[in-house]
């Protein structure tokens, strides 16, 4: 299987989960100014939520992947909203591109909020997550 994982922080909180599932799947884990040149069977996608809303960034992103995602897996930090996935599903509505019902979220360090997360816990979690999902 070809794996790909993109993702977009302004704090760092999903940086350090990407990171973390580069380390595990030996697949770099590129910004989102990095397009998709080639096609992948599945797609590791992870922002947060700013605002109560995607970053226009990541909405551009998603609307513009030009090769084929067989399936595009959410993972997403943020400091209060439970997760992003109905805003990327929106998103990825107008595409042709599958959303997988699976997805990882946890508390992301906020202005005070959830200090220290994701903490190494967080990561293992998202780690044993991906397992689960690739099994």
Known sequence: MKYAIRYYSKSGNTKRLADALSDYLNVPALDISHDLTEDVDVLFFGSGVYGSSLDPGV???????????????????????ESNYLLISDVLENTSISLSDCEFHCPGS???????????????????????FLS
Request: hydrophobic share 45%; aromatic share 14%; no cysteine.
């Open 59 to 81: 909405i551009s992103f998603i609307s513009n992947i030009g090769v084929r995602v067989g399936s595009f897996v959410n993972f997403s930090t943020s400091g209060i909203m």
């Open 110 to 132: 906020f202005v005070g909020m959830n200090a220290g997360r994701p903490d190494d816990g967080d990561i293992q979690d998202f780690i044993n997550f991906v397992k689960d």
